[in-house]
């Protein structure tokens, strides 16, 4: 919201001398979020003067252009002779001219100086050499064709005047981010009442001005009472729609943020940054029987105004005639009775549209408005007359006509509803004393009806306040109106001893194991959508597809919360991939959601003037869905860098099952790997993780499809984990192993098993079969082929013995690998490959 300071003036006397720093830092103390300030015009600076064109002489160069040469009165002694390009002017406008020594837009200097055969002394403006634009719409009695000059209108000074107070050229302005509690604030009413606040100065308000009567107007009904409360229809006739908007109208718009386009487009617009009331003017000529509002039909179709057809849902909001569509309601109004030059009747619509209702159909077109973004919010549902009112009374004035009498006036707001705390809540809260009086001085100065009794203040929310809805809003404004700035800081006493929890330590070993095997930890929103389902080939029946759903998802694409890691994962390493980083490796430690049995108890409501008791907790944790923690790792291109010493290593399924095995390690713990088949990764490039006889996650290499939908590198592969799986395993106490320091013994042995033995499976026998003199049991090598057989393959194993308290003989290291070669034969018919 950008707000001119000239017209917060209007409302409040602030000081002459007002710094507009101070302004906006007393703003930012009271809540509103201060984004920039600006001065526009502060860079055209020097002699900007009104001039008459008393004549000039249009002469055509050997280059082709036509220029004139004028001869302008500025006030002095006698006229200056000025070279002009442009033609839409006549002898006896007045103009505004630079004079030498002034600086235009963009540090252009203006001098006397030779062009075009003359000494042109000083500069006739356009709108744009002076920082107003090209499509300023200027007032009925100034205007500026299009690539000519700003002629300015007869009332509008004499020749040696300051041209800048005729343009409206320099002014503040204060450009906020309205928090969605802050709706009042999207209003140069609303920014203005907290002013006054700020300085302590009076307030004067808009919104008391005359409003339309109710009574005959044109007709109306409303459908849906629940999605629209108020309807205010008030006509104007015998309007010029092609009057040109006031120039100080049309540039307070143009500070706000808006392009003027025409009066009646300026007008409603001035209207709504003013009141914050939504306004929508009908052609009442191109209407077609009465006003109704309702639900729309699955089969009908509307053109807005931005030119687009639109497909409508049966939860939109409409506005209608005898033909159907002409508008959405709260959102934007329909092409079919859009005003035009030609418009000579308006029919001023003033309504006040249910906040979901809107922001649903706004985001169901992708069609974000200015009227949306305040119907959303929650605007005054009472103040609609007045708008109405103030619209019509613009119109006539400026363009023209008379308003009617009375108004179609449809249904009445609803208010606040009346709120009651303890007196002593607000210090409660605060930390410092609160005197009755100043809560109810403070819940006064926002607008609330107040009065105390027995110790509880009782409270009626202004009607432009819709988020005061409980005892803890009451007290925010009490503090934020009493100062912020007042609240003690006092840090708690931190407890000693205490230090980080085991969970907290267990994470921060996953932590560091990754980031020292050269993974970087990424964060993503923990939203996902059907889309992603499909992405990772999930099945229907597959219980990761049962994700709880948003209420009020950020994005309508990704509604649910997530029940893997992967797909935030893989986004992220598609946006580096995309980026020229071929060679990733990325890990996130976070939570997923899983909805777990139905029926769960609703969440209690907390106060904010303790800390929640233990019972209270538990209803909140019995209210949530279970958020295991997990630990997913992306992983693509190549591990290592080329360089002298040959080529860098490609990544492969076997780099994800590392990353399994390192972070037990990181746990103490010697996790077993297992062929699995399971989406979203390739089959027989896949592992499952199996801690004792659970299984705590999967890894592998990503299906070629997963891969493409995602657009990462082919082959990259992946890991996801169940921490909360690992962590209760992981033992408080590691006792260091033993050193030996007498000589290793080593043999290797190759066996021949079925290809669907897995290598796991053979380690484990060998491991167990060598019994306590086996340190390490490593595969080295993995064979196919025609030597061991079809349906076959050889594994070749790397063992080595030692014993704690001598050094093993030949005939003791035979004996433990022969036992070793035996279990593997007996349990997983292995044999000696010769």
Request: proline share 7%; hydrophobic share 45%; net charge negative.
């Given at each position: 919201?950008?707000?001119?300071?000239?017209?917060?003036?209007?409302?409040?006397?602030?000081?002459?001398?007002?710094?507009?720093?101070?302004?906006?830092?007393?703003?930012?103390?009271?809540?509103?979020r201060v984004e920039t300030l600006e001065a526009p015009g502060a860079d055209v600076t020097g002699p900007l003067v009104v001039g008459r064109v008393q004549t000039f002489e249009a002469e055509t160069h050997s280059n082709g252009k036509t220029v004139r040469w004028c001869q302008v009165d500025v006030g002095e002694t006698a006229p200056r002779g000025i070279v002009c390009g442009a033609a839409n002017f006549a002898e006896g406008?007045?103009?505004?001219?630079?004079?030498?020594?002034?600086?235009?837009?963009?540090?252009?200097?203006?001098?006397?100086?030779?062009?075009?055969?003359?000494?042109?002394?000083?500069?006739i403006c356009s709108s744009g050499e002076l920082g107003l634009g090209d499509e300023v719409q200027l007032h009925d009695s100034v205007h500026q064709a299009q690539g000519g000059i700003i002629v300015l209108g007869r009332d509008d000074g004499q020749p040696g005047d300051d041209a800048a107070g005729a343009l409206h050229l320099r002014d503040h302005v204060i450009e906020f981010e309205i928090n969605p509690d802050r709706a009042y604030a999207l209003s140069v009413r609303g920014v203005a009442r907290e002013a006054a606040t700020a300085y302590g100065l009076q307030f004067r308000d808009p919104a008391n001005g005359a409003a339309a009567e109710p009574g005959d107007g044109y007709p109306v009904s409303v459908e849906d009472p629940q999605g629209c409360d108020v309807f205010v229809a008030l006509e104007v006739e015998g309007l010029d729609a092609t009057a040109r908007s006031p120039r100080w109208l049309a540039r307070r718009v143009q500070l706000a943020g808006m392009r003027p386009i025409s009066l009646p487009v300026d007008v409603t617009n001035y209207v709504m940054l003013e009141l914050g009331q939504p306004i929508h003017g009908y052609d009442k000529a191109r209407l077609q029987g009465p006003i109704v509002v309702r639900r729309a039909t699955s089969d009908q179709t509307l053109t807005t105004l931005d030119g687009v057809t639109r497909t409508l849902d049966p939860e939109d909001l409409l506005i209608t005639?005898?033909?159907?569509?002409?508008?959405?309601?709260?959102?934007?109004?329909?092409?079919?009775?859009?005003?035009?030059?030609?418009?000579?009747?308006?029919?001023?619509?003033?309504?006040?549209?249910?906040?979901?209702?809107?922001?649903?159909?706004?985001?169901r077109h992708k069609l974000p408005s200015e009227a949306s973004k305040r119907f959303e919010r929650g605007i005054d549902p009472t103040i609609a007359q007045v708008a109405a009112r103030r619209v019509a009374d613009l119109l006539v004035r400026h363009g023209g006509g008379r308003v009617a009498s009375t108004a179609t006036v449809v249904g009445m707001p609803r208010l606040p509803e009346q709120i009651s705390i303890d007196a002593q809540l607000p210090s409660a809260v605060a930390g410092f004393p609160i005197s009755d009086a100043a809560a109810l001085a403070a819940l006064s100065t926002v607008g609330c009806r107040v009065s105390v009794s027995d110790g509880r203040i009782s409270a009626q929310p202004a009607p432009w306040r819709l988020d005061l809805a409980a005892p803890q809003d009451l007290v925010e404004e009490v503090l934020r109106i009493v100062g912020y700035d007042k609240i003690p800081s006092v840090l708690p006493a931190a407890p000693p001893g205490r230090g980080l929890t085991r969970r907290q330590r267990l994470r921060r070993r996953v932590g560091i194991a990754l980031a020292a095997s050269g993974y970087v930890e990424s964060l993503a929103y923990p939203f996902v959508g059907e889309r992603d389902w499909d992405a990772l080939r999930l099945h229907h029946d597959d219980e990761r597809r049962a994700a709880l759903r948003l209420v009020n998802p950020l994005s309508e694409h990704e509604p649910l919360l997530r029940t893997t890691l992967l797909p935030g994962l893989l986004r992220t390493l598609a946006r580096n991939a995309g980026r020229g980083q071929a060679h990733v490796g990325l890990f996130e430690m976070?939570?997923?959601?899983?909805?777990?049995?139905?029926?769960?108890?609703?969440?209690?409501?907390?106060?904010?003037?303790?800390?929640?008791?233990?019972?209270?907790?538990?209803?909140?944790?019995?209210?949530?869905?279970?958020?295991?923690?997990h630990l997913g790792v992306v992983v693509a291109g190549t591990r290592g860098e080329r360089g002298w010493w040959g080529a860098a290593r490609e990544v492969s399924w076997a780099d994800?099952?590392?990353?399994?095995?390192?972070?037990?390690?990181?746990?103490?713990?010697?996790?077993?790997?297992?062929?699995a088949h399971r989406s979203p990764w390739h089959p027989g490039r896949c592992a499952r993780i199996v801690l004792g006889e659970s299984t705590v996650g999967h890894a592998g290499e990503l299906h070629p499809i997963v891969c493409t939908a995602y657009g990462v590198p082919a082959r990259t592969v992946a890991v996801e984990l169940d921490l909360d799986a690992l962590m209760p395993q992981a033992?408080?106490?590691?006792?260091?192993?033993?050193?030996?320091?007498?000589?290793?013994?080593?043999?290797?042995?190759?066996?021949?098993?079925?290809?669907?033995?897995?290598?796991?499976?053979?380690?484990?026998?060998?491991?167990?079969?060598?019994?306590?003199?086996v340190e390490s049991v490593r595969l080295f090598d993995a064979y196919t082929g025609e030597q061991v057989g079809p349906g076959k393959r050889s594994l070749a194993f790397a063992l080595r013995f030692r014993a704690p308290d001598r050094t093993l003989t030949d005939l003791e290291i035979k004996a433990a690998r022969d036992a070793a070669v035996a279990l593997a034969a007996d349990r997983l018919g292995a044999s000696l490959r010769s």
């Open positions: 919201m950008r707000v001119p300071v000239s017209w917060l003036r209007d409302y409040v006397d602030l000081p002459q001398d007002l710094d507009v720093a101070e302004l906006a830092n007393r703003l930012t103390l009271l809540g509103l406008d007045l103009v505004v001219v630079a004079l030498p020594g002034a600086v235009l837009s963009g540090g252009y200097e203006i001098t006397a100086r030779s062009t075009y055969g003359h000494v042109s002394d000083g500069m005639d005898d033909r159907g569509p002409i508008g959405l309601a709260g959102v934007m109004g329909g092409a079919e009775t859009e005003m035009s030059d030609a418009t000579t009747s308006v029919v001023i619509e003033a309504a006040h549209f249910d906040p979901v209702v809107t922001a649903r159909c706004a985001r976070g939570s997923v959601f899983v909805p777990g049995v139905a029926g769960r108890p609703k969440a209690p409501e907390l106060g904010v003037d303790r800390a929640p008791t233990v019972e209270e907790f538990k209803q909140l944790e019995a209210a949530l869905p279970d958020q295991p923690l994800a099952v590392q990353v399994a095995r390192d972070v037990g390690g990181a746990f103490h713990l010697a996790v077993d790997v297992e062929a033992p408080d106490i590691v006792t260091a192993p033993d050193i030996s320091s007498y000589p290793v013994g080593k043999e290797d042995v190759a066996v021949v098993v079925d290809a669907s033995v897995s290598a796991a499976a053979v380690e484990a026998a060998l491991r167990e079969g060598g019994g306590e003199l």
